[in-house]
């Protein structure tokens, strides 16, 4: 079979279902190739599920700091309702709904592995051999996101491991859980499954901080609260060798220096690497850089290649499923012929939430970076629990607000929230990063009271003493 599209993608998660609907919308014709569930990983291994698992233990906390509420929390959650909703919000592992939902929005999907052959061109294998080629006329879009990677780690390979699949799957809580990597994945799982059971969990990060990505600060209140819960964090622990007896016996993992911690399973989250190894590539002559991730330019473009990109986590340039549906907006338009300003398709406002309690949430550049990368800063901060609101979440909220200014300019270079559903006040900091609006003119936008978002006044008051002092 053979049949022809403006537009084929390869991988229908969220980048790529979005960047085939924005063709349709445009008026073009698409067709998207899934070899798995249409939906891809965040909708039933990463965001959903994950997130599913913590809120239970979330909300019966933020009831706990309430002194007067407090009372009333005689019991805890229901851990078998909390995996029964999970499983509602990953639709049990069936993906009828979001292929409804692509065929309604006039989407062709083709089930099978898709691979180029040459320019334009996509070669479908599906389950039962049959091959169907797709081609494309205006262009190809790769999407095809990401999967957990596994470090050259001694024993490692040989023996049965969880990644995100596996523990936003478990059908029960072990009672001991073994962490690999203090990443989003690591940090929020084992929040979520020592407050749903597990006897003991341990975090072995060989960094120096928690969510190195961030600022300082951040690592050292993630730690502290994941301290308050049970966690134990071991930071600058190196595993060197890895071992299991038997198949379903306790796992060890030997750290340099020697220590040994066990475990009745071990989650590796240390990192994520595209599968691009088998799309053919090499047919058009594009070479995947370090962990399988394609190059793409601010339009999202192979170099070279005007006709093939990439959106999503398989460019490597922020793997995050709000990043990779923004991205295939840009895609969307530009097949479509529409000019599209790029200014915004790197990561310098790119917005980030963990969701562990309390929450982690930041846009833009940290202050390290805004320093590296040559900007004269200002830093000011502030203890969101502090303000009215915070202080009305009860007992126990505090965290820092932050924010990064660019001392030249008076605008914001970024933002960093931690604190109880700082998530929900992101989005104002993404809009005065991208907006560049200045301070000045932010003294005017102002917060309700009593809520945690008067931070936002208070940030700019410690703003005016800095310029008062100097």
């Known amino acids: 079979m053979s049949d022809t599209y403006d537009v084929v993608v390869i991988g229908a998660g969220p980048a790529g279902e979005n960047a085939a609907d924005y063709a349709i919308q445009r008026g073009l014709t698409a067709a998207i190739v899934e070899a798995e569930l249409v939906g891809g990983e965040c909708s039933y291994w990463g965001c959903m599920p994950s997130k599913a698992l913590l809120r ?16 009333a929390i005689t ?20 993906d009828q709904g979001q292929v409804d939902w692509l065929e309604g929005a006039g989407v062709r999907l083709v089930r099978g592995h898709g691979r180029l052959v040459g320019e334009n061109d996509v070669e479908v294998t599906a389950q039962d051999g049959t091959v169907t080629r797709l081609e494309a006329t205006k262009g190809v879009v790769i999407g095809v996101g990401t999967r957990a990677a596994h470090p050259p780690i001694d024993g490692l390979a040989d023996v049965r491991t969880w990644d995100n699949r596996e523990i936003t799957g478990a059908k029960e809580i072990p009672g001991r859980l073994l962490v690999l990597g203090g990443g989003v994945i690591g940090v929020e799982m084992a929040q ?9 969990v341990t975090v072995l990060e060989a960094m120096d901080g928690l969510l190195p990505r961030e600022e300082p600060f ?21 595993a060197e060798k890895v071992r299991r007896d ?19 399973e071990l989650l590796v989250a240390v990192g994520r690497r595209a599968p691009t190894d088998d799309l053919g590539l090499d047919t058009v002559g594009v070479e995947p850089g370090r962990g399988g991730y394609i190059e793409v ?9 005007d006709w093939l990109y990439v959106v999503g986590d398989a460019n490597g340039r922020a793997l995050l499923t709000h990043q990779g549906k923004y991205q295939a907006r840009l895609v969307g338009d530009a097949l479509a012929g529409i000019d599209v300003d790029p200014a915004w398709a790197d990561v310098t406002a790119t917005p980030r939430v963990v969701y562990t309690d309390p929450q982690v949430a930041a846009v833009g550049l940290t202050e390290a970076q805004a320093r590296e990368a040559g900007h004269d800063v200002l830093t000011v901060s502030y203890n969101v629990g502090h303000t009215a609101g915070g202080a009305l979440l009860g007992k126990g909220t505090d965290g820092t607000a932050q924010l990064v200014i660019d001392r030249e300019r008076r605008t914001i270079l970024g933002a960093t929230f931690v604190g109880p559903g700082v998530g929900e006040m992101l989005h104002a900091a993404t809009i005065a990063v991208v907006s560049e609006v200045t301070i000045e003119r932010l003294w005017h936008a102002v917060p309700p009271f009593p809520a945690v978002s008067e931070v936002w006044l208070r940030l700019l008051e410690e703003v005016r003493k800095l310029d008062l002092a100097s």
């Open 56 to 71: 239970p233990t979330e909300a019966l906390e933020a009831a706990k700091r309430v002194p007067a509420a407090a009372a």
């Open 75 to 94: 019991g805890e959650v229901d851990v078998a309702k909390v995996l029964q909703s999970r499983d509602a919000f990953t639709s049990n592992l069936d």
């Open 192 to 200: 979520a499954f020592r407050r749903l059971g597990a006897a003991e």
């Open 218 to 238: 951040v690592s050292d209140e993630v730690v502290a609260a994941l301290d308050a819960d049970g966690i134990t964090v071991r930071l600058g622990a190196r």
């Open 246 to 264: 038997g198949t379903d016996g306790p796992v060890t993992v030997t750290l340099a220096g020697g220590d040994e911690l066990v475990g009745d």
């Open 297 to 305: 330019d601010d339009h999202l473009r192979v170099p070279g290649h």
